[in-house]
């Protein structure tokens, strides 16, 4: 029985993250824009932090809140070179997260720290616990009911 061989060091799993790189599911997530975030609430304050490396914040991005959502949209500005392999994204990028209950966008802030995007604004106290309300019992039976 022949045993095939693969040649220049790449093994089969190797091409299945190319695939996966380039033409499969996750392509969009992996090369195309995709902004990692992380949301917490602390404080009284949710939190959005954007990892936004080696852009120009005064420039390059735009923070915005319409429908009960936050949306980072910006472009990154990249070097023209001839490159055997580029991972790193150049372009237009775009996410938009939906704000929990009780967001106040009208004092949102945001600042940029080392290559990372910080959207806060404060949340609201969360409403009482709502209130079971008794039921009473009519003085009808079932049958009589119409």
């Known amino acids: 029985m022949t045993q095939l061989v693969r040649r220049g060091g790449f093994t089969p799993l190797t091409d ?3 695939w996966l790189e380039t033409t499969g599911p996750f392509r969009a997530v992996l090369n195309d824009g995709y902004i990692p975030v992380e949301e917490y609430v602390d404080d009284g304050h949710y939190v959005v ?5 080696g852009i120009d914040p005064d420039k390059d991005v735009e923070v915005s809140i319409a429908d009960d959502a936050l949306t980072i949209h910006g472009e990154r500005r990249g070097e023209e070179h001839d ?40 949340v609201a106290e969360p409403e009482a616990a709502p209130v079971q309300v008794p039921i009473a019992h009519g003085t009808q039976d079932a049958a009589g009911a119409s």
């Open 16 to 18: 299945v993250f190319d």
């Open 49 to 53: 932090r954007a990892d936004l490396p």
């Open 83 to 122: 490159k055997y392999r580029s991972e790193m994204h150049c372009g237009s990028f775009t996410r938009r997260l939906r704000l929990p209950h009780g967001c106040r966008a009208e004092d949102v802030t945001a600042t940029y720290d080392a290559g990372v995007l910080t959207v806060s604004m404060p």
